[in-house]
C-alpha cells in the first residue's frame, strides 16, 4: 500500500524532529525511525490500528507519546495528523476532506 502523508501532517511530523532534537542530539532522529517504524507496520497492517470512526484509524508511536492518525483510501493510506497525546483531540478533523484524492 501507498502512504501519503497530508502536508500538515507532514509538517507536524518535522517540527517534532526539530524540538527533539532542541532537546537532545540524535532524539529527533530517534523520533523519526519510531515514526517511520510505526508506518510500516500501518502499511503492512493498515486496518490494526484503533478506530476513532467508519474511516479515521489511530496508531500509537511505540516510545513517543505521539499517535499517527490515518484513513485507508482504496490502496493508500493518507497520514492525516501526528498528533501529539497532550494536543486538543480531534483538532486534525477538519483535514479530512482533503484525504479523497
Given at each position: 500500500?501507498?502512504v501519503r502523508f ?96
Amino acid at each position: 500500500m501507498r502512504v501519503r502523508f497530508l502536508p500538515s501532517a507532514k509538517a507536524e511530523a518535522d517540527e517534532a524532529v526539530a524540538y527533539f532534537d532542541e532537546q537532545r542530539n540524535g532524539l529527533g532522529d530517534r523520533f523519526e525511525q519510531d515514526l517511520q517504524d510505526t508506518v510500516g507496520f500501518v502499511r503492512e497492517h493498515p486496518f490494526s490500528g484503533k478506530r476513532l470512526s467508519n474511516r479515521v484509524r489511530r496508531f500509537r508511536l511505540h516510545t513517543f507519546r505521539y499517535n499517527v492518525i490515518y484513513v485507508v483510501d482504496g490502496d493508500e493510506i493518507v497520514i492525516v495528523a501526528v498528533a501529539h497525546h497532550r494536543r486538543r483531540p480531534g483538532y486534525w478533523r477538519g483535514r479530512l476532506g482533503t484525504t479523497i484524492r
